[in-house]
C-alpha cells in the first residue's frame, strides 16, 4: 500500500518512487499524519506488513544536536528524510516515538539541501557542521528507494568544510559504489556481536554482510565509521565483543577509519514503558535496569564495567585518536533525556504550533 499526500502527487521523486511500485494501490492524502498518526494502531502487527506513504517536509530540515554529542571540535546538526526503520531491533528508541510502523519518506529533497547549505555558508567553518542523518531511519536501508545517498553525498561533496555521517546496518552501497569517495562524507555502522544481532537486530544483514559492505567502500576509498552501539549484557559479553573485534577488524582496515565509538543501551522513560508493552517477553527488559536521568538504562555499575572493558579491547585495535566514547545516543532522545519529556506520540509536522522490506 502507497499512500501519497495530494500536494506531492506529481514530485519528480515521488513519480520516480511510485515506478518501483507499479502494482500497488495508491491512496492520496491531505497530510500524512491522518495515517500515520491515527490512533489505535498497533506498531507490532504493522511492522510485518508497513507500507510506505510520500509526503512533503514543512520544516524541522535540520536539527542541532545535544551539546554532549558528537565529534569532539564540531558542531552536531541532524536531520531526517525518513521516519521509521525497515529493521525492527528490539532496542531501537523508534517503538517508543510514533504510534505508527508504517516508513514516511519526505520527498522534497531539495528543501533539506538549501537549509543545509544555509546551515554551512552561514558557519563561516568555525567549528566544523558535522551533519547526522540515521536516527530517525536507517540511512542506507531503503537508498534503492529514495535515492537519498546518490542525492545528498555529491551535494556534499561541493562543500568539503562540513561533513555528513550515513549511519547504518544496511548493505545498500550500490549509490556510493557509483561514484567517487567523497572524503568529508563517513559512512557508519552499528555493530552488536554476531549472537546479540541474531537475537534481537531482526531482519538486518548479518555482520559479516556489513563488514564484505564496508570493506568493499574501504577499497574505493570511503571514510569509515564504526559504532558499537548499544553495549548489549550477558554474562558473556566480554568474550562476544573481543571476538566480534577480532572479526570487525579482520575485515576492515584501520587506515580507512574516520572514527569508532560506543555507547551504552538507554531508552527514555516513556519509549522504554511502550516497547516493553509492545514486547513484554523480550529478555533483554527483564535483566536489572535503572532510571536515571529521565532514562532507562543498565545498573551504573554494569554500565561502567562495561564501557571499561569494552574500550580497553577496543583500544588494543585502534589508534586512540580513532576513538569517540559516546557517539551513540541518539539526538532525539538526548532532548528528551534532559527535559524530561514524554517522547513525540505524533511527528513533528503534525503538531498544532504548525508543521519495503
Same mark, same amino acid.
Given at each position: 500500500?502507497?499512500?501519497?499526500e ?13 515506478g518501483?511500485?507499479p ?16 490512533r489505535a494502531?498497533?506498531f ?8 510506505? %506513504? ?9 536539527l542541532?544536536g ?5 565529534i569532539?571540535?564540531?558542531k552536531?546538526?541532524?536531520f ?5 526503520c ?27 539541501l538549501w537549509? %543545509? ?5 552561514g558557519?563561516?567553518?568555525a567549528?566544523?557542521?558535522f ?18 545517498a ?13 561533513f ?8 545498500q552501497?550500490?549509490?556510493l ?27 538486518t544483514?548479518?555482520?559479516?554482510r ?5 570493506s ?8 569509515l ?10 554474562r558473556?559479553?566480554r ?10 577488524? &579482520? &575485515?576492515?582496515?584501520?587506515a580507512s577509519?574516520?572514527?569508532v ?31 536515571e ?8 555499575d ?9 574500550t580497553a579491547?577496543?583500544l588494543?585495535? %585502534?589508534p586512540?585518536?580513532l576513538f ?12 528528551e533525556?534532559a527535559?524530561?519529556?514524554?517522547p513525540? &506520540? ?12
Amino acid at each position: 500500500m502507497l499512500y501519497v499526500e495530494e500536494e506531492i502527487l506529481s514530485h519528480p521523486r515521488t513519480l520516480q518512487i511510485r515506478g518501483r511500485f507499479p502494482d500497488d494501490d495508491v491512496i492520496p492524502c491531505a497530510r500524512y499524519g491522518e495515517v500515520f498518526n491515527r490512533r489505535a494502531q498497533s506498531f507490532r502487527l504493522q511492522k510485518r506488513r508497513p507500507s510506505l %506513504i510520500l509526503a512533503k517536509k514543512h520544516r524541522n530540515f535540520v536539527l542541532d544536536g545535544p551539546a554532549d554529542f558528537g565529534i569532539p571540535g564540531t558542531k552536531s546538526l541532524y536531520f531526517s528524510h525518513m521516519l521509521n526503520c525497515i529493521y525492527d531491533c528490539r532496542y531501537c528508541y523508534l517503538q517508543g516515538m510514533y504510534r505508527s510502523a508504517n516508513y514516511v519518506v519526505f520527498v522534497n529533497f531539495e528543501d533539506f539541501l538549501w537549509e %543545509i547549505e544555509a546551515k554551512i555558508r552561514g558557519s563561516r567553518g568555525a567549528p566544523p557542521l558535522f551533519f547526522y542523518s540515521g536516527y530517525d531511519c536507517d540511512s542506507l536501508a531503503l537508498e534503492p528507494v529514495t535515492r537519498f545517498a546518490a542525492t545528498f553525498v555529491p551535494f556534499f561533496a561541493k562543500f568539503p568544510d562540513a561533513f555528513l555521517e550515513l549511519r547504518t546496518k544496511s548493505t545498500q552501497i550500490k549509490s556510493l559504489l557509483e561514484i567517487d569517495a567523497v572524503p568529508n562524507v563517513v559512512a557508519a555502522w552499528s555493530f552488536t556481536p554476531e549472537e546479540v544481532a541474531e537475537a534481537i537486530e531482526h531482519l538486518t544483514p548479518s555482520v559479516d554482510r556489513r563488514l564484505r559492505a564496508m570493506s568493499r567502500l574501504a577499497e574505493r576509498g570511503w571514510r569509515l565509521g564504526l559504532r558499537f552501539d548499544p553495549l548489549i549484557y550477558d554474562r558473556c559479553y566480554r568474550e562476544r565483543y573481543r571476538n566480534l573485534f577480532e572479526q570487525v577488524f &579482520a &575485515a576492515v582496515p584501520v587506515a580507512s577509519l574516520h572514527s569508532v565509538s560506543v555507547g551504552p543501551f538507554r531508552l527514555s522513560e516513556s519509549a522504554f514503558s511502550t516497547v516493553v508493552r509492545l514486547y513484554p517477553e523480550e529478555p533483554l527488559f527483564a535483566m536489572p535496569l535503572a532510571e536515571e536521568g529521565g532514562g532507562v538504562t543498565y545498573l551504573r555499575d554494569r554500565e561502567q564495567e562495561m564501557l571499561e572493558a569494552v574500550t580497553a579491547d577496543l583500544l588494543s585495535h %585502534i589508534p586512540r585518536e580513532l576513538f569517540v566514547p559516546t557517539l551513540s545516543t541518539p539526538p532525539s532522545g538526548s532532548r528528551e533525556r534532559a527535559s524530561g519529556s514524554r517522547p513525540a &506520540a505524533v511527528a513533528d509536522e503534525e503538531r498544532p504550533s504548525g508543521d519495503l522490506v
